[in-house]
Nanobody, 121 residues
Framework: QVQLQESGGGSVQSGGSLRLSCAVS????????MGWFRQVPGKEREEVAT???????TYADSVKGRFTVSHDNAKNIMFLQMNSLKPEDTAMYLC???????????????WGQGTQVTVSS
């Protein structure tokens, strides 16, 4: 079992920055792959960024060059640094973990509750 808890969301103006954190605990084998996803009401949950236990990352095209995913293995925290935020980044951001992972939300077994990010123009 894996437990995840997001923090760091909030409201910012377009062009601003936020740093999300995801505190994780539980079986390390079940969280070899971790990711950030986001969801807007009425739309499918989508990948933002993923990172595996070796530090390899993937990013959605819409956030490349603006967002950076990282993890502090010693503290069991995953981060998402979001710069140059746009109104279209407004969503509920959720962190997820899985033994095998991938870039699709349905490939992840463990989820946090989410943290809201709102970007105003």
């Amino acid at each position: 079992q894996v437990q995840l808890q997001e923090s760091g969301g909030g409201s910012v103006q377009s062009g601003g920055s936020l740093r999300l954190s995801c505190a994780v605990s539980g079986n390390s084998a079940d969280r070899r792959y971790m990711g950030w996803f986001r969801q807007v009401p009425g739309k499918e949950r989508e990948e933002v960024a993923t990172i595996d236990s070796d530090g390899r990352t993937t990013y959605a095209d819409s956030v490349k060059g603006r967002f950076t995913v990282s993890h502090d293995n010693a503290k069991n925290i995953m981060f998402l640094q979001m710069n140059s935020l746009k109104p279209e980044d407004t969503a509920m951001y959720l962190c997820a973990a899985d033994p095998y992972g991938g870039v699709w939300w349905f490939q992840y077994d463990y989820w946090g509750q989410g943290t809201q990010v709102t970007v105003s123009s």
